[in-house]
């Protein structure tokens, strides 16, 4: 079992920045990925962007590319969302997620889709004002 903690989410205004933090326990050694997912009132979960805890290998949106940061910090098992030049499309409920490593199958999975994450945190509002 892996349990995860967000925080950090709040109000910023058009052009701001804001850090979210993801704090794993329990079993954590046999985390795969994380990743970071949002949902705007009346939309679909989307995919924001991830990270592998074998290595450091990062993948994003397009939408947030050059704006978001993913990171790790090991030591504390957490997982930190860097929100760069955030605007009001930016505004939803921000989720960590984890990949359970289940075996070798776990590299065929597609960790863009939300459904393949085992593990989730309660979310934290993100609002941005223009």
């Known amino acids: 079992q892996v349990q995860l903690v967000e925080s950090g989410g709040g109000l910023v205004q058009a052009g701001g920045s804001l850090r979210l933090s993801c704090a794993a326990s329990?079993?954590?050694?046999?985390?795969?990925?994380m990743g970071w997912f949002r949902q705007a009132p009346g939309r679909e979960r989307e995919f924001v962007n991830r990270i592998s805890c074998r290595g450091s290998t990062t993948y994003y949106a397009d939408s947030v590319k050059d704006r978001f940061t993913i990171l790790r910090d090991d030591a504390k098992n957490t997982v930190y969302l860097q929100m760069n030049s955030l605007t009001p499309k930016d505004t939803a409920v921000y989720y960590c997620?984890?990949?359970?490593?289940?075996?070798?199958?776990?590299?065929?999975?597609?960790?863009?889709?939300?459904?393949?994450?085992?593990?989730w945190g309660q979310g934290t509002q993100v609002t941005v004002s223009s």
């Open positions: 997620a984890a990949v359970f490593n289940t075996g070798p199958g776990v590299a065929g999975r597609d960790l863009d889709e939300g459904s393949e994450y085992d593990y």
């Open positions: 329990g079993r954590t050694f046999f985390i795969y990925a």
